[in-house]
């Protein structure tokens, strides 16, 4: 199960707080909202700090989609090793 907090840190910066378990099914649920900020423009900030498990489905997805409007922040030791595996194969 995963719980998705949005928080707004002025008009151009949104915050999006996971908790819980980043899986398959609830990546779907993620990428709805991460689309709806998109489209909106601004900086998108993920909080991973209440993420407890990533498979490496979506591991591999959020690795893809850092960039300079949205970054990945309070990562677990975990997560961050895991991330990296992805943003770098070699």
């Not at 378990?21 to 209440?50: M, W």
Request: hydrophobic residues 40%.
């Amino acid at each position: 199960m995963l719980r998705i907090t949005e928080s707004f840190e002025n008009g151009k910066i949104v915050r999006l707080r996971l908790e819980g378990t980043l899986s398959a099914e609830s990546y779907k649920d993620f990428e709805q909202i991460l689309t709806n900020h998109e489209r909106a423009g601004g900086t998108i900030i993920v909080d991973l700090a209440g993420v407890s498990f990533m498979n490496d489905e979506s591991a591999r997805k959020i690795a893809a989609i850092q960039s300079e409007q949205l970054r990945v922040v309070n990562c677990s030791p975990f997560i961050e090793a895991l991330l990296l595996t992805f943003e770098n194969p070699n």
